[in-house]
């Protein structure tokens, strides 16, 4: 949590750390065009969409898992990626 605001108050971190964000956000795009991954008709998001909520599912997960602990349901963000991508 520190880095982030660290990054969103340093211009130079901020513009480095979008570059590696942008770049993944990239690679998932592509393996899920590779997995010709079927949304229903209510989803309606594009691979790089997709790509987005994945990251951002995945960072706020670990965020919460590391302030509530055991809290955190086990394997709920396999479940998680399992519906979005099912």
């Known amino acids: ?11 130079s971190v901020r513009r480095k750390w979008t570059e590696l964000i942008l770049e993944s956000v990239e690679q998932i ?10 949304t229903d008709e209510k989803s309606k998001l594009s691979s790089e969409e997709l790509a987005w909520t994945i990251l951002s599912l995945e960072n706020g997960m670990a965020i919460f898992h590391f302030i509530a602990k055991d809290n955190v349901p086990v394997k709920l963000y396999e479940k998680a990626l399992q519906n979005l991508l099912h």
Request: glycine share 0%; net charge neutral.
């Open 1 to 11: 949590m520190e880095f982030f605001l660290y990054a969103m108050r340093n211009e």
């Open 29 to 38: 795009s592509k393996l899920i065009q590779q997995m010709d991954v079927k």
